[in-house]
């Protein structure tokens, strides 16, 4: 990793530069971008093919970069879930690339500002019924997961410094992949993703898929117990093998190589567990880049559902809310292809005062609607930890 980054100089930032345009760390890379240079709505619908215009638009903004005197112009931004949709992309000003800071855990936020609110779209009922309905929807044959998710809006008495939260979020959960990028309508997303959807330096991929998921307990023992009832729950291991099937099916015929262990591991969070899968290979054509891959990847059923475009009809009917960059990826590419692409979970938006929290929780016909609603409980808790709110949330 020292390598390619001493190979990828930036330009100088000075002392009294601005405040980041966009801030991506992850176990390999720390990405600090300022200003912007360019913007890319172009959608990611298609983007993963070799006539890709997404792709196009990429390449065209950093070669304009490097025109103007960057010397290793990269290209950041978050797509959102429906790839229809216009990406949030952007070739910045400058920007710095650097081995990412160890981070320490930290005590416990105490928010200093209070909540004057707070309100779960849907309600408890509401989703119980929809995961009812998705259930329903997967016995009559139409589709086999769904991935359901709701929203948890909070207003607090005061503006929200993201940019804290964010560090907050560093200490408390130091693995993973930690985002602040700026979304159109002038707030912020940011989160701190476990899960990587797809990192390409050179010939080389890696992709570490997450499904089936339970919450963590304080106790040591029980906490383990908990780790080996994941690991062999028939419910989640479906619901993993969905997953890793559709990967294994868009990768392959691409790679060289491609290595996915047989069985799935177990993977923590300070909250939850995970069934998780690294996978990792050689591509046959270097020159494809990590944008094409996560263009073809997104969105893979831990956040949709199988089969696609089937889950994605259910997840519009029975979701009362668009899913925006919720569920979407957060990244950053070069001009040789490389980069990194992390899912857009454990997040949330702040705009202002008004912060709102996305969970979701994969509904397979196995499903309890009450246990998926607290598989989305626990799910919140990583970014409520970051905000110091601890009080139960009033449905």
């Keep these: 990793m020292d390598a390619i980054v001493a190979e990828r100089p930036s330009r100088e930032i000075s002392a009294q530069a601005e405040t980041p345009s966009f801030l991506f760390s992850s176990p390999h890379f720390a990405i600090e971008a300022y200003g912007v240079f360019e913007r890319i709505r172009t959608p990611a619908v298609g983007g993963g093919g070799a006539d890709s215009v997404l792709q196009a638009a990429v390449d065209a903004a950093l070669a304009r970069a490097r025109r103007a005197g960057q010397d290793h112009p990269i290209v950041v931004g978050a797509i959102p879930f429906d790839s229809r949709q216009p990406s949030f992309l952007f070739a910045p000003k400058t920007h710095r690339i650097s081995a990412p800071r160890m981070a320490t855990s930290a005590p416990e936020a105490k928010a200093s500002v209070p909540a004057l609110w707070y309100r779960s779209v849907p309600g408890q009922s509401g989703f119980e019924e929809a995961v009812a309905q998705a259930v329903a929807n997967f016995r009559d044959g139409h589709a086999r997961k769904a991935v359901l998710s709701r929203i948890l809006e ?79 729950s028939s419910k989640d291991n479906f619901e993993h093998r969905l997953v890793i099937d559709e990967i294994r099916r ?146």
């Design 154 to 232: 909070i207003e607090f008495a005061e503006r929200v410094d993201a940019v804290a939260i964010l560090e907050i979020l560093r200490r408390q959960n130091p693995a993973g992949y930690h985002f602040h990028a700026p979304l159109p309508d002038g707030g912020v997303l940011l989160g701190a993703s476990p899960e990587l959807l797809i990192r390409k330096i050179g010939g080389s991929i890696r992709s570490n898929p997450l499904a089936g998921s339970a919450k963590r307990v304080a106790e040591p023992e029980e906490d383990a117990r908990v780790g080996r009832r994941l690991l062999q």
């Design 250 to 395: 868009l990768l392959e015929p691409l790679c060289a190589e491609l290595r996915i262990p047989d069985e799935p591991a177990l993977m923590n969070t300070p909250t939850m567990w995970h069934l998780s899968t690294a996978i990792s290979g050689e591509l046959a054509d270097g020159r494809l880049s990590a944008l094409q891959l996560a263009s073809l990847l997104h969105p893979t059923p831990a956040i949709c559902g199988s089969p696609t475009a089937q889950a994605r009809m259910l997840i519009e009917r029975l979701e009362p809310f668009d899913r925006g960059f919720f569920a979407g990826i957060v990244g950053w590419c070069d001009e040789s292809g490389d980069g990194e692409w992390a899912i857009a979970i454990r997040c949330g938006t702040v705009n202002e005062m008004v912060v709102r929290l996305f969970a979701g929780a994969g509904i397979v016909e196995a499903s309890d609607p009450r246990a998926e609603w607290a598989e989305t409980e626990a799910k919140l808790a990583t970014m409520l930890r970051a905000f110091g709110v601890e009080r139960e949330i009033a449905q």
